[in-house]
């Protein structure tokens, strides 16, 4: 069964404090990974897809990067503006849908 | 591009009513459709898959008689909560597949429903 998995559940950052958030996911076959950034109470807004190992997407201070076994999100000199809640999903060859991780919620301290 | 509508955004009702969300691809069509069930702090759930012009497909655990969909065109997607009951109260997001290049597909989300049953 597909799985996806985000680590860490929760990070604090001071501003301009760069760091990197983890999805580790099994799939058979994969055809996608998406990350997503979610505000409360809002639909997650769509950030990068990657499609094979050693692909990397970058979109202002936000690079994502993919491996066989992982994907990375590294958030270069963050800015308060960028909590939210990041989520990873895994599309597999077969279908459509997508499999969530669960999220991770970054807090960036003035 | 890719703009996915919701309405409405907020629905307070009684128990024991229906209530219908509907969620529309606004600039492109969009032939699959998904309903996410999303709790306080948790993850997206996967509710069901709708495709224009056939059934929808249901995960494991979820009543389809329960949460009927319809996917009657290219654009519009409907979710009705039947007999809602307070334990249905939840945020209920829909998505709206659209084709990137070849066979790879984006889900594109739309802003959500918040239902409140009393």
């Known amino acids: 069964e597909d799985q996806v998995t985000q680590s860490p559940e929760a990070l604090r950052l001071q501003e301009g404090e760069s760091s990197s958030l983890n999805c580790s996911y099994t799939?058979?076959?994969?055809?996608?990974l998406f990350w997503y950034r979610q505000d409360p109470g809002k639909g997650p807004e769509f950030l990068f897809t990657?499609?094979?190992a050693g692909e990397e997407k970058e979109k202002e201070r936000l690079k994502a990067t993919l491996t066989k076994k992982e994907s990375f999100l590294h958030i270069t000199a963050p800015k308060p503006e960028d909590s939210a809640t990041y989520l990873c999903?895994?599309?597999?060859?077969?279908?459509?849908?997508?499999?969530f991780g669960a999220g991770t919620r970054l807090t960036v301290k003035p | 591009g890719a703009v996915v509508s919701q309405h409405p955004s907020r629905v307070i009702c009684k128990s024991g009513t229906s209530v219908k969300i509907e969620c529309r691809s606004l600039?492109?069509?969009?032939?699959?459709m998904f309903w996410y069930r999303q709790f306080p702090k948790q993850s997206l759930m996967l509710m069901a898959t709708?495709?224009?012009?056939?059934?929808?497909?249901?995960e494991q655990g979820v009543e389809k008689d329960k949460f009927l969909i319809n996917h009657a065109s290219l654009t519009l997607s409907t979710l009705t909560v039947t007999s809602a009951h307070p334990e249905d109260s939840s945020f209920y997001i829909c998505?709206?597949?659209?084709?990137?290049?070849?066979?790879?597909?984006?889900?594109?989300f739309g802003p959500g429903t918040r239902l409140t049953v009393l």
């Open positions: 709708s495709n224009e012009g056939s059934k929808a497909t249901y």
């Open positions: 999903a895994v599309q597999a060859r077969w279908n459509n849908d997508m499999r």
């Open positions: 990657l499609y094979s």
């Open positions: 998505s709206a597949s659209r084709s990137t290049s070849g066979s790879h597909y984006t889900q594109y």
């Open positions: 600039d492109f069509q969009a032939t699959t």
């Open positions: 799939v058979s076959g994969l055809r996608g």
